[in-house]
């Protein structure tokens, strides 16, 4: 059996996140959709120039039951660029500007590890979630910035920028080594005051295929936060190296891994194909509330 009544955890997880006075219920898993403003991302990069071509993008992730909208500015694929911050801002302003009036109420994340594009979004659009891939290591204003602002925060772990990234990554241990940097940034950020914080173990950054099955075979260890945890398996090479397919061909295996994640204790599904991830999200649900 996947699930028995014996899997119910001690920790009490944080089931809430406080997004500009708006509380978001995350005792049932989500789904965050991706829309990135840039020409090189490995799947869709290019996909999105045009505001119409943004807009129909937001609204479909809305209509298929997405609960955020993540925008990024910066491919952070292995092996990409570091653009500069007027490229980056020059790419996201409109995009987040255009997004925000088309929907108001819709819940946006910005893809960004830098503080000074976080203040210049929140200047144009207020309350959005921080989705910092470097969990606060490559800006070290970042953490205050967020603090000052009151904004959600994504953490994730990565050890290296794109460039570096994937160049020989070694661990003792993966699960225990990431359980430290997360300790130790999640003690900060709450030393500043930052109380929605969701944790992201960064799959595909600074990691091997290994690393990366290793991690979601032991997914159900990050319950020890007690925070929300976020995954985002879309598309990704473990996926379609190991089946020896393009990222095109790959919804099938991330759908797949998607649901190995929902039953590892994922809350929050970060995808490109959201009616998919939001079916899945609805299947394993199924599974969980018929255990007697």
Known sequence: MLFSQND??????KSTINLGGRLIDLSSPVVMGIINATPDSFYDGGFYSTDLEIINRA??????????????????????????LKEELNRLLPVVKTIRQAFPDASLSVDTYRSEVVQLVYDQIGDFIVNDISGGTFDGQMFAKVAALKLPYVMMHTPE??????????YNDVIKDLMLFLSAQVQKLRQQGVADI?????FGFGKTSLHNYELLNRLDAFKIFELPLLVGLSRKAMIWKELDITPGESLNGTTVLNTMAL?????????????????????????KSSVK
């Not at 119910?8 to 997880?13: A, T, V």
């Open 8 to 13: 119910q955890s001690f920790y009490k997880k």
């Open 59 to 84: 609204s479909r992730i809305l209509e298929e039951g997405g609960r955020f909208i993540d925008i990024g500015a910066m491919s952070t694929r292995p092996g990409a660029r570091e653009i500069s």
């Open 161 to 170: 920028k794109s460039d570096k990234m994937q160049k020989a990554p070694v």
């Open 198 to 202: 969701i944790i992201d173990p960064g």
């Open 263 to 287: 039953c590892g204790g994922c809350d929050i599904l970060r995808v490109h194909d959201v009616r998919e991830a939001v079916e899945t999200i609805k299947l394993v649900g199924k599974i």
